[in-house]
């Protein structure tokens, strides 16, 4: 798994998915008498640690060269912490919800993460009307509502019957905006 800070929120995603397809696993391996238990708590706090550092070394960076990392990588960053802790906590519990449970946690954070960016960026448009463009704002808005609308589909009580193959959809999702955030990234630092 890639630990550069550049990667860490793909890293973060790809993380989240390998735990979501050992989880689905889990169930037909317990039957054939092999205990994962171990692996998954070990996976869980490894990820876990990942997200802390990843962390750290913006925060870190941003110390030494403000903005090198903006507001919302940061704060998915600590979003990526938040859901390693559920993430272990569930590896520590082993239930059988721990596939959804882990998409709420995420999609709860997520949700946080760019409703909190779109209310930061009306009330900086609130007191200087050229902080960001109509569009900047719309697209901001319809992430923070798309991130709530994903939020209200995995917290149904009736998405945790869902396939496993509906499962690895959402998590494709998520790693396919990560990987459009990673490229309007290295756009940005390309400049």
């Not at 798994?1 to 735990?19: E, K, Q, R, V």
């Amino acid at each position: 798994m890639m630990t550069s800070p550049l990667y860490g929120s793909t890293a973060a995603a790809c993380a989240g998915f390998l735990c979501a397809a050992v989880l689905a696993v889990s169930s037909e391996q317990e039957r054939v008498g092999v205990d994962l238990a171990p692996l998954m708590r070990r996976n869980a706090e490894a990820h876990l640690e990942l997200a802390e550092v990843q962390l750290e070394i913006r925060l870190d960076a941003n110390k030494r060269a403000p903005n090198a990392f903006t507001a919302k990588e940061i704060d998915r960053s600590r979003g990526h912490v938040e859901v390693a802790r559920e993430q272990l906590r569930l590896a520590m519990m082993a239930s059988d919800g721990d596939a959804a449970d882990l998409h709420v946690s995420y999609a709860q954070s997520e949700a946080n993460v760019t409703g909190g960016i779109y209310q930061r960026a009306l009330k900086a448009t609130e007191a200087d009307p050229s902080a960001f463009s109509q569009l900047k704002l719309r697209e901001l808005r319809l992430e923070a509502e798309v991130a709530q609308l994903r939020l209200a589909i995995w917290s149904n009580p009736g998405t945790s019957t869902l396939s496993i193959i509906d499962h690895m959809h959402w998590q494709i999702e998520q790693i396919s905006e990560e990987v459009v955030d990673l490229q309007e990234r290295v756009g940005r630092l390309s400049e």
